[in-house]
């Protein structure tokens, strides 16, 4: 059987429980509030139905809904004893590898933490860096719901645990992307470029990531986004980006309030957007990930975030010339 891997955000009610769950073995999702989930009878209609009922009864949100359901029935159903779940926290990681069916423990049903699963915390339950993790994974941690699948970069999680188990040992091409990344930062944060040339860079970005078409808001249009940027998803589906360019330098940190910007721009700027993102050459605060969480709970859209060093990275692979 293929081994399988997942991120899984441990805040349930919008409360860190990350060293709780160091602490017991244990990785913990939300939704107390809908026990017998665990009915192995249950189909997915039924699944969904109950925890409406629960935890949403007065909730037209089908979006909402939906998308809570769906973090539950991934926890419950999808996972398994022997995948691996990446637990972001920060500006770094846990990895865990699963060793017991879910199970719901009513005495922590009042903390929004009765719903676990017996994990081994892998190196030595030791944060990892996320600058270690190749930008896929780091994109992939970035999900502001509370899970995702990740079974495609298992092959990079266990790079991650390689290197920082084995205290692997530097290489030239290690050490190259590395002073890349770290020139590119620089030049981003203080060479020649404004504001404007800030946005026709993400621009210039989503171009080399496979969009269609990208293009940056005229100033008098700007009520929040400032790039736009449409993709295709499965060859079918056109999916729609919002997001807002914060050319700061490294001191300057995005926070709560400019991830309300950006929200008042998905929400009054007159398109369908699915994604949201914030693009800085700065940093990310705790703040800015708090909101883009309640955000995508709330809405079902969800935000990414991504640092100066993050885009570094993304240039430094992708590419933004021509």
């Known amino acids: 059987m293929a081994e399988n891997a997942f991120v ?30 665990l009915d192995e009878n249950l189909d997915w209609e039924t699944f969904r139905e109950r925890l409406r009922q629960n935890c949403y009864p007065e909730d037209d949100n089908a979006r ?8 539950m029935w991934r926890f419950i159903r ?10 972001p926290h920060g500006p770094r990681f846990y990895v865990a590898r699963i060793e017991g069916e879910a199970r719901y423990d009513e005495n922590r049903a009042p903390e929004d933490t009765a719903y676990r699963r017996s994990v081994t915390w892998l190196n030595r339950a030791h944060p ?40 692997e ?15 590119t930062l620089e030049e981003v944060r203080s060479g020649r470029i404004d504001p404007h040339g800030f946005e026709n860079l993400i621009r210039d970005l989503m171009k080399h990531l496979g969009a269609l078409q990208a293009w940056v808001v005229p100033r008098p249009q700007d009520v929040g986004v400032d790039v736009y940027a449409a993709f295709r998803v499965a060859g079918a589906f056109r999916l729609l980006v919002g997001i807002q360019a914060k050319h700061w330098d490294q ?65 430094v692979e992708y590419g933004v010339s021509g």
């Open 169 to 183: 040992k530097p290489t030239f091409e290690k050490d190259l992307q590395q002073r890349l990344i770290k020139h």
């Open 8 to 37: 899984l955000r441990i805040a349930p009610s919008g409360n860190d429980k990350v060293g709780e769950a160091l602490r017991e073995n244990d990785i913990i999702i939300g939704w107390s509030c809908s026990p017998g989930l």
């Open 251 to 315: 001191y300057k940190e995005v926070n709560g309030d400019t991830v309300e910007e950006l929200i008042n721009g998905l929400e009054n700027g007159g398109e369908d957007v699915g994604l949201g993102m914030v693009i800085t050459s700065g940093t990310i605060g705790d703040s800015a990930y708090e909101r883009s969480a309640r955000y995508t709970e709330t809405s079902g859209v969800p935000i990414e975030l991504v640092s100066g060093e993050d885009l570094a990275r993304l240039i």
């Open 78 to 87: 999808a996972m398994q004893p022997g995948d691996l779940v990446v637990v």
């Open 128 to 167: 990892i860096s996320r600058s270690i993790a190749r930008s896929a994974l780091v994109s992939r941690m970035k999900i502001q719901g509370t899970s995702a699948n990740a079974s495609d970069l298992v092959s990079e999680i266990k790079e991650c645990l390689e290197i920082a188990e084995c205290d």
């Open 64 to 71: 909402r809904i939906g998308h809570a359901a769906g973090h």
